[in-house]
């Protein structure tokens, strides 16, 4: 790579099993509080008229709450922001429900169960409920989907010159698949990318594919968490900025491939 | 925008397997689309089935990836030279520095149909050959063909429904000109599963015979199957006159509704006309349109205005979905290599199926195949949650 891809993280927002926001998991991730793992409780959203609201699903939710909260710490406007969305497995409910249902006599799928079954769902929702026009795109990349959401948004950022909404999340499937992808708890993570500094910036980023292991975390429930969700492999960096460190951090992304990320937390 | 050099690319369709068997039945109008025969399916439709996908297997090494979908991914990697075109690419630049974005919608999911069938009736769990991570799971396709062509770059797949493999050629680029890699494999690969041909039918959207998009009597869409795939790279120093180039790209949300076009098209003009702005092109030097042309009543007319307002009503343009079916999550891809092969051969394929234009859209669109030579041509790829992509490619001489 010619150069580390950099950008700046103006909003976060985070929700997973016992971690109800960012200011909530930062503390956790800086050893300030102990971890108390539960079900990941998502809220309603609100942001969508009453009929959309109806046909969304915990996933579109769960990405929603993140993405809003992200922008929402930043002062930002959703409307005016690119967004890049990245889930390992989308909304794997909706899944087992249309292939239930192919399985049986009848065939006949809901066409909302139909629609909702694309994996920009949430990136669709997000467009309904936020009017967000600009580009919007959904990203796969198995264990590796955050990493590949990061370098997606990092390369949007640097390339057009624009400030990108990072989101990422997975969340269980219902057996029986279940047992051949085993994600626990749902978990969705949002960064706010600037390509400069700004008032509410939190810290730098400046990002390189690397060869080195990914580091691990201490707390052994947030590791287990950081395994076993794929949006989650975000927590060693995540914990960096909520300890306000500098310095740098491997992440996972492909099995030969992880990034190594420079973090300099902003005065 | 720094244009791209498209150094390979190749399509494999209900039209045939590669670029020969592709131009020759869209100069001919030959449509391939035929009455839907498709595993159990029993529905009133037509449908764009690749032959002898089924018939191909994956080699030992691969075979955690077998799947139909990554069958004719195979199938279509191993059409005019495009495995030793990469491999070449990778000798020069190295299997680290070429990266992989590819397109699906649904990608192996037919295994998934399939093996619900097959559940353990007491405990109601998965047959033990179910391949979630190989076969299911929306990026494996791009594992597959990362793998197989030996690639050790950046991967991802992106899953946008039917604007995916249009959306690629725009990461990659993006990818290239940051530095993030040299060379990239892009393109799209969706296959037939119950999933899509049932699910379109309950939004009834399914055209009853092959579909006639921009027909005054259009009924919906036909559901085809295909994998497209090019190399794109910085242009070398001498081009050849018939080599392509990816000019320009554009990305728009409508941020309106999840199934259902913008009526007035507003994403799609976004798109276009960012596409026009990124390639420093007027409007005027645009030479042929594929359009989007789902065959949809909605679809088209949204589209009809868009470009009648971008492009203006004059410009000829097809949707060539009538010759292989909407391949959703493939079509960007396969109806870049399209535009690819008009460019290079002077070819305006037209609109198969199509009998009388609905007066209702403003559009030029071509009923008859036409040569003539272009110099650029654009390709409109729209998808379900309003997420629309165009893409702008030109002739280098």
Known sequence: MSAALTAWVEGLGLLGPGLSDWPAAAEVLAGRAPYAPRATVIPPLNCLPPAERRRTGKVVRLALTAGLEAVSRAGASAATLAAVFSSSGGDGENCQEICQVLAGPERQISPTRFHNSVHNAASGYWGIATGASAASNALCAYDASFGAGLLEALVQLRVEETAVLLIAYDADYPEPMRSVRPIPQAFAVALLLTPAARRASLARLAVELSAAPAEELAEPQLEALRAEVPAARSLPLLSRIARREHGAVVIDYLETLRLRIEVSPCP | ?397
């Open chain 2, 1 to 397: 925008m720094k244009p791209l050099a498209l150094t390979a690319f190749t399509a494999t369709s209900c039209l045939g397997r590669g670029l020969d068997a592709t131009l020759t039945a869209l100069a001919a109008g030959r449509t391939g689309l035929a009455p839907c025969a498709f595993e159990t399916v029993r529905l009133d439709t037509w449908v764009g089935e690749v032959a002898g996908v089924d018939d191909e297997r994956l080699p030992p090494e691969l075979e955690e990836f077998e799947c139909r979908n990554n069958r004719l991914a195979r199938l279509s990697l191993r059409q005019d030279g495009f495995e030793a075109a990469v491999e070449a690419a990778a000798a020069r630049l190295g299997g680290a520095r070429i990266g992989v974005w590819l397109g699906t919608s649904t990608s192996g999911i037919l295994e998934t149909e399939l093996a619900y069938r097959r559940r353990d009736a007491a405990t109601g769990a998965l047959p033990a050959d179910f391949r979630y991570r190989g076969a299911h799971n929306t990026f494996s396709v791009a594992a597959f063909v990362r793998r197989a062509l030996g690639l050790e770059g950046p991967a991802a797949v992106i899953s946008s429904a039917c604007s995916s493999s249009a959306k690629v050629f725009a990461s990659a680029r993006r990818a290239i000109e940051a530095g993030l890699v040299d060379a990239a494999v892009v393109g799209g690969v969706d296959t037939l599963c119950l999933t899509t041909l049932y699910g379109f039918h309950s939004l009834q959207l399914v055209a009853r015979s092959a579909c006639r998009p921009f027909d005054a009597e259009r009924d919906g869409l036909s559901i085809g199957e295909a994998a497209a795939f090019a190399l794109l790279e910085r242009p070398p120093e001498s081009l050849a006159a018939d080599a392509v180039l990816l000019l320009g790209t554009g990305e728009s949300s409508d941020a309106w509704h999840m199934s259902a076009p913008h009526p007035e098209g507003r994403g799609a003009r976004a798109a276009m006309t960012q596409a026009l702005a990124a390639a420093r092109l007027a409007p005027g030097d645009i030479d042929y349109l594929n359009f989007h042309g789902t065959g949809t009543a909605s679809n088209d007319a949204a589209e009809a205005r868009a470009v009648a307002a971008v492009l203006g009503t004059r410009l000829p343009g097809s949707s060539t979905k009538g010759a292989t079916g909407h391949t959703l999550g493939a079509a960007g891809g396969l109806e870049a290599v399209i535009c690819a092969l008009s460019l290079r051969h002077g070819l305006l394929p037209g609109g198969v199926n199509t009998r009388l234009v609905d007066p209702e859209l403003e559009v030029s669109y071509l009923l008859e195949s036409r040569r003539a030579p272009l110099k650029a041509a654009m390709s409109n790829s729209f998808g379900f949650g309003g997420s629309n992509c165009s893409l702008i490619f030109g002739r280098a001489g």
